[in-house]
Structures are given as C-alpha cells and as structure tokens.
C-alpha cells in the first residue's frame, strides 16, 4: 500500500495537448476516481501512472520512489481493464495464478493465495473454469482476483465495468466498493459514468480536456461546485440552467419568468450582467420559494420518483423531480425553488460566490 503524487504532468501527441501541468495526490489506502467525458484524458493519466505511456514533464511517485522514467513492470502496480484480458486457454485459476508464476513463486504459496483471492472474490466454483464459460461479470471478478493476488502497492482499474449491463454495473460496483473496505489497498479508477464515481470514490478528480475542472468528495462536487462544467457532469437528471440578469443593484437576478434574491452571495455584482442560474431537479420540488411555471411535455415514472420535462415560457427547458404528484403532457405546473439552493455562474462557466 502507498500513497501517489503527480505533480504537473504534461503529455502530447504532436499538436494535441493530452494532459496540461495536471497535479493529484491519492493518500494511501483511498480510493480516487478520475472522472471526465471521452477524450479528457483521463486514461492516459492512468497509463501514465502505470508506466504505460511515457509523459512529456511532470513527475511520478509511488510511496516514496520516483517511478517517472521506471517501466511498467518495476513500478510494482496491478490493473484492470475494461476488456478483461484473460487468456482463453488458462483456466480461472490459472488466469490467477499468471503473475505469481512468472515471479517464480512456488505451486503450495500460489495455490494458497489463488485460493484466498476466490474466496475473497466469491468465486471458488468457477476456478476449474475456461473464460468462455463465464459471464461479463465472472470473468471482470476473475481479472480483478489476477490483480489482487500480486498484492501490489497501487491498484488502477481503467473503465472496468463499461463492458457489462446496467444490473451487473450495480453489481460489481458494490463488490469493488466492498473489496475496498475489506482490504484498503489505494486504489485509483477511470470512468466517464459519474454514477460510479459518486458512489465509489473518496474523492473525484473532474477533467476537461486535460486539465482538472475540481477536485473533492462526492458531496463537494455535488453541493459545491467550481465551475458549471462540473455541475451539469455531476449529477443525473444534470443541474438545469436558465439565463439570468442582475437586477437591484446586485441583490438580485431576473429570468424572465421569476425574480431571485441573490444578496447571500458574498460577490457584488453590477447591474445588467448576464449570468447562468443553475438548480437541480431535486430542488425544484419546494412547496414555498420563487415560482417558475412549467408546460410538461414528457413525465419519466421511476417508482417513487418521477421526473417532469418540460419548458419556460422563455422556452428554456427544465427537468423537475416531482415525489408526490404525476403530471401529465399538456397541463402547466408551477415549480418553486429556494434562492441559497440556486447556483450562479459568469459568462465564463466559473462560480459566483
């Protein structure tokens, strides 16, 4: 187990910047998820990490080596990819046992471990198994024991559940989340699914085109966030945004539909300026607050919760969480949200506090 700093990593392909001066510390034994959209550059950091991809500048270190210019196989690190990668003709056990034979270790210490990994796993019935005889899910556990059994100082897990269906992505998020908790070996974990990020991290890293949007708790990045970059990626339905000018002499915005009292935001803001609101579904379900009418055009029922699409009559559009009523297409509903639970952003996506 070990701590991980990267510290201003840079890395291009000819022209395009990857990843731009990006800086994270993983404490020993967390578990941190870089989370961002296709092409943030967010497993090229993991590779870089690994020993993968070569990095342009910046610095690496695991524990307390730098493992900058190490390869792959020194950096004493296990990963997880999100195509399994294990071979057909091996046996579960076998698959398990790979890196411990290549170390030289000896058939009683191997089979030992092997064993303590399928128990730890749940997945002793499936080890006289070939991989084509196993589920998405069977063989993504059998690729994790693989890691496991290495005993390694840090874990990476690049978008190990995309492969599987929605139930099995449930599934196997708890039994990382558990394994987690089980051994709390530091863990570092790539995806683009900010429903795994929310629930597996400790902390999340946001990128955007290589660079870090924020980094925080779940709940941070939920609650507070930086910019509206991270506020519309995190969250599902996403953060809504209405457009909005200053009005009384900063103490307020109007949207066109509603005035909101802005004068809790430590911030001046000059008259006329043009900013975003944002407020998220949840919050548009207040009984009491400023009042937005809304025309449905669709109702998601989702058990006890529905979500109310529809628009303004700025014909901006609104998604609504709604509990105790069930609106249908056609009728007009009026929303009501709290001023201190709207969020207010510049003409540039940064925050006003």
Avoid: W
């Amino acid at each position: 187990m070990a701590k991980l700093s990267i510290r201003s990593v840079s890395k291009s392909y000819g022209a395009v910047q990857v990843l731009d001066d990006v800086s994270v510390e993983v404490e020993e034994g967390s578990f941190v998820v870089l989370l961002g959209p296709s092409g943030c550059g967010k497993s090229t950091l993991l590779h870089a990490v690994a020993g993968l991809n070569p990095i342009d500048s910046g610095t690496i270190v695991i524990g307390d080596r730098n493992v900058t210019n190490l390869p792959a196989r020194d950096r004493d690190v296990a990963m997880v990819f999100q195509s399994y990668a294990l071979y057909p003709t091996m046996t579960v056990a076998q698959n398990i046992a790979f890196p411990l034979k290549m170390r030289g270790l000896d058939r009683r210490t191997s089979d030992e471990k092997v064993a303590g990994v399928a128990r730890l796993l749940q997945i002793e019935p499936l080890l006289a198994r070939l991989p084509r005889e196993l589920s998405g899910g069977q063989r993504q556990r059998v690729a994790i024991g693989r890691a496991l059994v290495r005993d390694p100082r840090l874990f990476l897990f690049d978008e190990p559940l995309s492969n599987l269906d929605a139930a099995l992505r449930t599934e196997l998020r708890a039994e990382i989340k558990r394994l987690h908790q089980s051994i709390r070996r530091t863990m570092v974990y790539v995806t683009h699914d900010q429903t795994e990020a929310l629930t597996l991290a400790d902390k999340i890293v946001v990128l955007k085109s290589g660079r870090i949007e924020q980094t925080g708790t779940p709940l941070s990045l939920y609650d507070d966030p930086d910019n509206a970059f991270v506020a519309g990626f995190i969250g599902t339905p996403r953060m809504n945004f209405l457009k909005a000018v200053v009005v009384d002499d900063g103490k307020a915005l109007t949207t066109g539909e509603a005035r909101v009292d802005i004068s809790h935001l430590k911030t001046k803001l000059e008259n006329g300026k043009t900013v975003t609101l944002g407020i998220r579904p949840e919050h548009l379900d207040e009984k009491q607050g400023v009042a937005l009418p809304l025309a449905v055009d669709v109702t998601e029922r989702l058990g006890s919760t529905s979500y109310v699409h529809g628009a303004l009559p700025s014909g901006e559009t609104v998604v609504a969480e709604r509990r105790e009523d069930q609106p249908r297409f056609g009728e007009t509903i009026t929303l009501h949200f709290q001023p201190t639970r709207a969020r207010v952003f510049d003409a540039d996506g940064n925050r006003i506090r």
